[in-house]
């Protein structure tokens, strides 16, 4: 009988996000504890943890001990005593486990802590001193993961997601359970090598027309000859930490040469293609005026630079204050985070209107600052739906306690807990059926393309003011290795 132990701890930090990432935050969002809670937890998830402990179950001569699950939205620097807290309760399990054979992990690749630059990589080097060399210890990792040399001097191999949306990151949790099985029955050995580029991307979906051809080519590379596996890391520049940026990682069985090899060939194809690797963004004006000139409906609205997603408030007002400029009719916003907000709400009560200063709190100087308006309460709801689509499918969603507001012919879901809403769920559990709706706004960059494809008749890329630009120049980047691209012209 082979043990395996395994764990998620994913947070993907936006170093310009005030506060930090606290255990509370967490808790919102997913805090499992032991193998009961975690397989009542994942038992409806389609994600890559959630194929990690599929792929073991009822699976003949291997015990798959799930021992914690902490997630926590992008944000803020993780608090110290969280991330301190996940180790000890790892290397407690080890402690007491008779034989580990295997640790098999799902991270996230830019995790920052308040002590740390490199949190994942801070992690695995504790759990490799503890199980020693011979333990093979596999992870599945977020597209955006800035993979540091500590990360690769103490895992045997990382299986990223290759999609933006992240539809593939079940894919990306059974590659690296699959790697794990064959590497405890003695079919392989992963050596992983890694080319790490002087270059930062900004939010790439992988269908981009410059980048989904090195894309395929990774993808083709996978399995040839002794080959295991090929990705592309875009890196997080928002992380902002000196070894962040794009990473070309390759997986071989026992030849590294190979595997060193595969890396930097790949690694150069990507660095020649940086000058397209870029994206054009309109501004709220120009984004309400396209959609309201569409011949059909709906039209969506991606409020890109103010995704929680990607660690910013959302509560940005810029774009919701030029539609109530431009008299919009039949229009739904999602999610402004407000907790006041939706307090004043509540006091009010359903049916009734409500004077508010809406948004624009947490950083005024950059998001707009407050809509001081009236607004009539339409509903209120505890915030938790189930996603439908094939993005994280099964997951519940808790925005916290929500009000949907009516400020003239707007909708606006105003949310408790500042969450990053991509499937359309978000609009049907305060009573809203999206189709009927001339305009859907959506505070997300890329991943809401998923599940609004399904109703749009065109999704149009906002950019205003807000913690999360989607250009690293924007972004007054410190820790950086320079020189590095864009920043420098290389």
Known sequence: MKTILTAAF???????????????????????????????GYKDRRSDFGAMIRYFSGRE?????????????????????????????????????????????????????????DGEGDLLEVLRRQVGDTVPIITSLDLHANITRKMLANADAFFPCEYYPHTDDYDAGLRAAD?????????????????????????????????????????????????????I?????????????????AVADKDADLAQKTADVLGEKVFAARRDLRRTFLTPKEG????????????????????????????????LRKMIEMDVQDAVVATIFDPETVAKAEEAGVGNEVEIDLGGKVVPQITGGPIRCKAYVKMLTDGKYRNRDIMNTGRIVNT?????????????????????????????????????????VVKS?????TS???????????????????????????????????????
């Open 10 to 40: 994913v947070q993907e930090t936006n170093r310009y996000c005030p506060g930090v990432s606290s255990r509370q935050n967490f808790i919102d969002y997913t805090a499992y504890n032991g193998k009961e809670e975690i397989l009542r």
């Open 61 to 117: 001569n291997y015990d798959l001990i799930p021992i914690i699950a902490w997630i926590a939205a992008p944000g803020p620097v993780v608090e110290q005593s969280v991330w301190q807290m996940v180790c000890d309760t790892l290397l407690e399990a080890i402690k007491n486990t008779p034989k580990v054979d295997g640790i098999l992990l799902s991270l996230h690749g830019a995790m920052v802590t308040e002590n740390s630059e």
């Open 179 to 231: 790697c794990m099985r064959r590497t405890l029955e003695g079919q392989i050995t992963p050596v992983m090598r890694c080319c790490k580029l002087d270059m930062v991307l900004p939010y790439m979906p992988h269908a981009h027309p410059a980048f989904a051809p090195l894309l395929a080519e990774a993808q083709s590379l996978r399995g040839k000859g002794n080959l295991i596996d090929v990705s």
């Open 233 to 249: 890391c875009h890196g997080f520049f928002p992380a902002d930490i000196y070894e962040q940026g794009v990473a070309v990682l």
């Open 288 to 319: 309400v005026r396209q959609a309201l000139q569409s011949e059909s409906f709906p039209v969506v609205l991606a409020d890109v630079a103010d995704n929680p997603g990607a660690g910013a408030s959302s509560d940005g007002t810029e774009l």
């Open 400 to 440: 916290g306690k929500t009000a949907l507001l009516k400020i003239g012919g707007i909708y606006v879901i105003v949310a408790s807990v500042r969450v990053q809403c991509y499937d359309l769920e978000v609009y049907r559990s305060v009573g809203i059926r999206p189709e009927d709706m001339k305009i859907l």
């Open 445 to 449: 960059t890329i991943h809401y393309r």
């Open 452 to 490: 609004f494809g399904n109703v749009a008749s065109a999704m149009l890329d906002v950019e205003a003011p807000a913690l999360a630009p989607q250009c690293p120049e924007a972004m007054p980047l410190a820790h950086s290795r320079r020189p590095i691209y864009p920043l420098d012209d290389i």
